[in-house]
DNA sequence: AACCCCAATATTGTTCACAATCAACCTGAT
DNA sequence: ATCAGGTTGATTGTGAACAATATTGGGGTT
């Protein structure tokens, strides 16, 4: 009962969002709606939420003034995109992706970045090499200052960007998607809590893809997606959770 | 108000979901709420519900015998699926993509479908090409007798079973999700209104993979794909729509 | 004839109270 | 000590009524 922190709508939740979602409105929802989504997705994704993690209709209903009604809509569009359990009848909680789900998303993001990599030819433009530097100048940064959060939504921002520069709208939805599950996955069965992959990997690829380097850039690729995978251990049955209000809150909800 | 038929909650709308969507439940649904949904993105899917055909909740509550909270849980999933546009305050309608949109899904489909056929090694297992085989006779069979949904479906299925057999669960997911939103696609744009694509080419393909000439059936997907897109013309806007009651309803909702 | 504005209707959005269900706990027996 | 059973409280599911909003059609005007 004192997650009120967690789950803020402001510009710390706006970070969060970056690590997964694209900025239009998610189809169906009001923009408040919206908001609340963002929010509470960006919880999960920088695992402020852990898996397991029950999410309460009436708390999340007090924690952002929301009615019900409401939050029940988001929570259901939470559901969608697999960033919740949402069985019917016995609560929503932060999802616990399976080991079998865990392979499959890194086998569909290897087949997807990578090949998007391997489709371009030539070097980047400028103006996608800029946005990528900027994601991996926040990651580092962030890791300076053993800021988890924002080193996840930076790496994941990375990822995404590089959809929207190499691919397209619909490409951006889907990486958003396994990017995020990614993210619960890694906080499920990360073997070593490192805070983070090793913090170079973007940075090479990078820069491979600024020299116009596509070979190595989709090589670094495979690699790095390969090495995340190669750190979980999927045996792990961890039963840590959060607190929803500490995580989630916001000052005056206390 | 007469489209008490399309709407079907049995055999004929099993088949529908084939065309693209997993068997298991959908992710926060009841049972009886994922039965109307598949009907429902069935319908649209094998376009008996055309684009921009309006979905009001009290006659599809009256069509399911449904209550409309029910109904709305449904129309927000599928908003989620991609498969209707739903404005806040304004309704749910048969989604229109934009042209923007569907050169994005087909593009997508490129990267994800061919890459899945290159990663292939071999000839592929006897039990998924009994599969393909099926889902290629389905479709023929349903060409000679001219009944459009059904070769539909069944075509959406081939593309479906081979991602299952060549991938996993989270690429059925995506895939599944393109695929219903490439028949909306088709259905705004296409140039000739021939039955489908070209009928072989699903035949044509699995010969290959049965072959295992795994180069030559990447050409003839990516071929495949292409020539689709290339059936399209993307600055038609069509207007004709459905009536909701003659496609969707059942013979005692009358 | 085309356009704008306003009223009537249809449709969606919201709230409330209550029913149904599930989880936790406590009791008691083996 | 462990487990079965029942009871209590918390949480979710449901329906109906009402409010807000959008669409439709008509009437008037230019």
Redesign the interface.
Same mark, same amino acid.
């Given at each position: 009962m004192n997650n009120i922190g967690v789950l803020n709508v402001d510009a710390e939740a706006a970070a969060g969002w970056s690590a997964g979602l694209a900025p239009r409105a =998610? #189809?169906? %929802?009001?923009e408040a709606e919206t908001a609340i989504f963002i929010a509470v997705r960006g919880a999960i994704v920088e695992q402020r939420l852990l898996p397991g993690t029950r999410l309460i209709e009436e708390e999340l209903a007090a924690i952002y003034q929301a009615s019900r009604m409401r939050i029940r809509?988001v929570? *259901? !569009?939470l !559901?969608?995109? $697999?960033v919740i359990? %949402?069985p019917?009848g016995r609560g929503a909680t932060v999802a616990c992706p399976t080991p079998?789900?865990a392979? #499959? &998303?890194f086998? !569909?993001r290897r *087949? =997807?970045e990578v $090949?998007?990599v391997e !489709?371009q030819v030539g070097p980047i433009a400028p103006a996608l090499a800029g946005v990528l530097r900027a994601c991996c100048d926040a990651e580092t940064e962030a890791g300076l200052v053993r800021d988890r959060a924002r080193m996840i939504a930076a790496s994941g921002r990375f990822h995404v960007e590089l959809t929207r520069g190499l691919?397209? #709208? &619909?490409?951006v939805e =889907?990486v958003s998607n396994?990017v995020g599950r990614s993210s619960l996955i890694i906080a499920l069965f990360q073997r070593h809590p490192a805070l983070c992959c090793r913090m170079d990997d973007h940075q090479r690829l990078l820069d491979a893809l600024v020299a116009g380097r596509v070979k190595a850039a989709a090589g670094l690729m495979r690699a790095h997606l390969a090495a995340i995978e190669a750190g979980l251990d999927v045996a792990m049955t961890p039963t840590e959770t959060s607190d929803l209000r500490f995580v989630l809150g916001r000052p005056d909800a206390g």
């Open positions: =998610i #189809s169906g %929802l009001t809509r929570l *259901l !569009a !559901a969608h995109e $697999g359990d %949402l019917p079998d789900e392979r #499959s &998303v086998q !569909a *087949l =997807i $090949g998007m !489709a691919g397209n #709208s &619909v490409l =889907i396994l």
